[in-house]
């Protein structure tokens, strides 16, 4: 199995290549030159399955040769060691075909983990084979972060950066950051939003010098790894509903449309998903895109949901290479279009691609706020933030007999001022990490400046 680039100007890469790249040298991402079928039958067979032996199932094709069979099982058990559901990600009834897909049950509560453990396992793997060093940078509006070190802190031949947003995040999601007390651990405040962090990181990986002077590895929802280790939940899920006999709906919280995408992909390998919908929140440039044709970036304007405070998804890049044809001449136009004028316009056709496949609605704070504790009050559940916008936009799209599965992407105990403020209840943090509040911290300012960032980065890993 070999890996394009949605741009068409960097050079086709296996399977550990391209997860090692992140970031294509021509500034597009990696997608599978060929997207892997399972029949009705592969489909039906996952039922009943350990969520690590349907993983392995649906991920096998992807890989290639990069790990052999024994290796690739060994790894992906490994991965999902951790998480305290046996399950990994249970599925829960919220009221008459409206499902929640329980996905923060990994070590930092957020589904991130899925991917990022597989992710720290892979790497792992492939650098004690290669006996190479990377650094790692990632940026962060909150959850990837926090997986990030987790999966890597302490591995050797690895140092991992990861720049955030300076007091966007929540306490829960710095302090995570911020206490590993690992060497090779560095968390890195930035004077700016997610998206400064972002151009930031993108433009580390642009800078061919120091991406190949610090041997540079990306680990963000860029990473086509993660995505793949995402598209898993898409089948466990439907298949508990029905799969592949029923056709199953799904409303994904979405900020860089990576967790949406997984499930675009888990549709077009066969699994009858009909529709998935891209639930925002006040920073709508998906829904906006989606609705109107015309992808325009704004402010970012803060919320309680800071994990979906985007502005450019990044993984929409991968859908429209799709909805284009695989076009990769079309898709660098649009983006050059969208670094001259901060935005651009979708083809008629590939709007139309685009919008048979994904719908979108909004959710505004106090909607956000009214549906946690609406959602407690009618079913006992806590709702982190994000979820909750899910959860408020799959009940305005939910058609009659068919089941709707919102992603849960965290847990409310990540983000419980919100949930305080919604229904007076303060969610605790699971025993394993309830002294999270008292364990020291170390962080680096920085400022919002490609020279400096690359300072900081030379420095600590000659040091
Ligand atoms: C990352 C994240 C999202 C958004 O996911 P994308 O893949 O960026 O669209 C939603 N909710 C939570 C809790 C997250 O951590």
Known sequence: MNYISTRGQAPELGFEAAMMTGLARDGG???PSEIPQMSAGDIAGLAGLSYEEAAFRIMRPFVGDAFDDRTFRGLIDSAYRGFDHPARAPLKQLGPNQFLLELFHGPTLAFKDFAMQLIGQLFQAALTRSGERITIVGATSGDTGSA??????GLPNVDVFILFPSGRVSEVQRRQMTTPSEDNVH???????FDDCQARLKEMFADDAFRDGVRLAGVNSINWARVLAQVVYYFTAAVSLGAPH???DFTVPTGNFGDIFAGYIARRMGLPIGRLYAATNHNDVVNRALKSGI??????????????DIQVAS?????????YDRDGRAVALLMEDLKAHDGFKISQGANEALTE????GMTLESATLERIRRTRTETGELLCPHTAVGVDVAERKAEPGVPMVTLATAHPAKFPDAVEEATGIRPPLPSRM?????RAERVTEADNDLGALQSIIRDRISA
């Not at 993984?315 to 909805?323: H, K, P, Q, V």
């Open 434 to 438: 309830a002294d999270l509040y008292d």
């Open 187 to 193: 968390a890195l405040a930035v004077k700016g939003d």
């Open 357 to 360: 496949v994904f719908g979108s």
């Open 148 to 153: 990030a070190i987790e999966a890597f802190r």
């Open 246 to 248: 029923r056709r199953v």
């Open 295 to 308: 992808y325009q970036k704004e402010q970012v304007a803060p919320s309680i949901s800071p994990s979906m």
């Open 315 to 323: 993984n929409f890049e991968r859908a429209l290479f799709e909805a």
């Open 29 to 31: 991402l990696y997608v």
